[in-house]
């Protein structure tokens, strides 16, 4: 297949060099000229495009000729995210229906659901909390109102692996806050493989939230890194307390009967 990775990035671009393993040919995006080079070194057929928020590219009919476009874009940190990040993704399907790409997935977050200290799942429909959150939800409902394509939305949950390791947080001597609250990660080897699944099992129309099987609390999981790294775990506010959500991932296993790789972020190793 043809496959078009708009943003390459720390997901982006493992997943476009596992595409490229697999035998597809991979055009990838960056904003960053500097990564041309790395891109292209990497197999991936490399366009500079930027989002400000229309559609900035050299050449993005040639970008988007893929039967499968893969948005890999986090809503920028700014004051009117909850109006530029829709913004930008109404400049993508702009492009996406002007080209043959038929199926598409859009890496959203778990941050489109708020503190209701309780498990939630796809279904939810409580108001998200923050802006980040609020954009998301709006960029979503776009991308699966569209009738030239079908989405499936992938609400990734936080993202750990390689250079992003939670011990780099411990090194640096900051305050580990909500100790008593459960944490919702995800390892970037299986955000990717649960991409590689909905692709091979042709799953489109859907919402799934990514996420480990267990959800230890931040405490356990903190001193359980700072072991491994020989660390002394300093510096904890165990006087607050805090709202939480506990992520569900039962539909994800089911539609898909993935097993995750790294399902407890106790043994990340």
Known sequence: MKISVLGCGWLGLPLAIEFIKKGHSVKGSTRDPDKIG??????????????????????????????????????????????????????????????????????????????????VSEEETAEPAKNSG???????????????????VLRLAGLVGYDRNPRNFLKKRRVIHKINTPVNLIHQDDCIGVI??????????????????????????????????GLELENIDDMETADYKLVSNKKLKDALNYSLKFPDPLNME
């Open 196 to 229: 590689m699944e909905v692709i091979n099992k042709g799953i489109w129309g859907e919402i799934f939230n990514v996420c480990c099987d267990n959800h230890p609390k931040r405490i356990d999981f903190y001193k359980s890194e700072a072991e491994r790294a």
């Open 134 to 152: 609020k954009a998301l939800r709006i960029a979503e409902n776009m991308l699966l109102d569209e009738k030239g394509f079908k989405t499936t």
């Open 38 to 119: 790395l891109i292209k070194e990497k197999g991936v057929n490399p366009f500079l495009l930027e989002l400000s928020p229309e559609l900035i590219c050299e050449n993005p009919e040639e970008f988007f000729d893929s039967e499968i476009l893969i948005l890999n874009i986090p809503p920028a940190r700014r004051d009117d995210i909850v109006e530029f990040h829709p913004a930008q993704i109404q400049s993508i399907i702009n492009a996406a229906n002007s080209s043959r790409v038929k199926n598409v997935i859009f890496t959203s977050s778990t941050s489109v659901y708020p503190e209701l200290n309780r498990e």
